[in-house]
């Protein structure tokens, strides 16, 4: 960050007493210039697109951030940043070694969640195999700005998110959960997202978004 704002200074004006944000022309700060500054600068061009979706919460955005580079702290990553651990395998199923593919695409819990997911959220062409995360957000079939991709993202989201929670609760707590338990919770998480920050779910109902999303 600190060579961002080398490159990019925030330029001061003395005469009015205020800031101006150097990366925009009208000099008023906003997340969408930083955004694409840390994005071309952070990011190779393969994951240079954060598509940071406003209807879910910022730690949720900042996730999805670390994930698409690869910088989450799996065991697999902790190990390459010179951490020593006494087991390298996933959490969740102890046989492979928990690199992000693996924990949350490869692993039959991701698979399953992934399956059911999709058969929930059907109506809106989710997919029910993929081969990366890549996938959840490059497999979006609907117009942009439209309530099917709308809802397919926010979905997408919770789906990773969930999965990152059960593995965090699964090795920080013991906390054991079944797959129906996990969609249950992505329902849950991304309806309360939804709900609160979408115009086209402002008025969505817990049973009709539990029963078809795409209502």
């Given at each position: 960050?600190?060579?961002?704002?080398?490159?990019?200074?925030?330029?001061?004006?003395?005469l009015f007493n205020h800031w101006c944000w150097g990366l925009e022309n009208s000099k008023i700060y906003?997340?969408?210039?930083?955004?694409?500054?840390?994005?071309?600068?952070?990011?190779?061009?393969?994951?240079?697109?954060?598509?940071?979706?406003?209807?879910?919460?910022?730690?949720?955005?900042?996730?999805?951030?670390?994930?698409?580079?690869?910088?989450?702290?799996?065991?697999?990553?902790?190990?390459?940043?010179?951490?020593?651990?006494?087991?390298?395998?996933?959490?969740?199923?102890?046989?492979?070694?928990?690199?992000?593919?693996?924990?949350?695409?490869?692993?039959?819990?991701?698979?399953?969640?992934?399956?059911?997911?999709?058969?929930?959220?059907?109506?809106?062409?989710?997919?029910?195999?993929?081969?990366?995360?890549?996938?959840?957000?490059?497999?979006?079939?609907?117009?942009?700005?439209?309530?099917?991709?709308?809802?397919?993202?926010?979905?997408?989201?919770?789906?990773?998110?969930?999965?990152?929670?059960?593995?965090?609760?699964?090795?920080?707590?013991?906390?054991?959960?079944?797959?129906?338990?996990?969609?249950?919770?992505?329902?849950?998480?991304?309806?309360?997202?939804?709900?609160?920050?979408?115009?086209?779910?402002?008025?969505?109902?817990?049973?009709?978004?539990?029963?078809?999303?795409?209502?």
């Open positions: 960050m600190n060579d961002l704002l080398t490159h990019n200074p925030i330029e001061g004006q003395t906003s997340v969408r210039s930083l955004r694409v500054v840390l994005d071309e600068n952070m990011l190779d061009e393969a994951t240079r697109a954060t598509i940071w979706a406003i209807q879910v919460p910022i730690k949720v955005n900042v996730f999805v951030w670390r994930l698409r580079p690869n910088r989450l702290p799996t065991r697999v990553n902790l190990e390459k940043r010179g951490m020593v651990l006494q087991d390298y395998k996933c959490v969740c199923c102890n046989v492979e070694e928990e690199t992000v593919q693996h924990l949350l695409v490869d692993c039959g819990m991701a698979k399953e969640l992934l399956a059911v997911t999709g058969f929930w959220a059907a109506s809106l062409n989710f997919p029910l195999i993929i081969n990366s995360t890549e996938d959840l957000f490059s497999q979006q079939p609907h117009p942009p700005r439209s309530k099917e991709k709308e809802a397919s993202e926010v979905i997408a989201r919770a789906l990773l998110w969930t999965l990152w929670r059960f593995r965090n609760g699964l090795l920080f707590e013991g906390k054991v959960k079944t797959t129906q338990q996990l969609l249950m919770e992505v329902k849950e998480v991304a309806y309360n997202w939804i709900k609160s920050r979408s115009k086209w779910y402002r008025n969505c109902l817990w049973s009709d978004w539990f029963d078809n999303p795409a209502m």
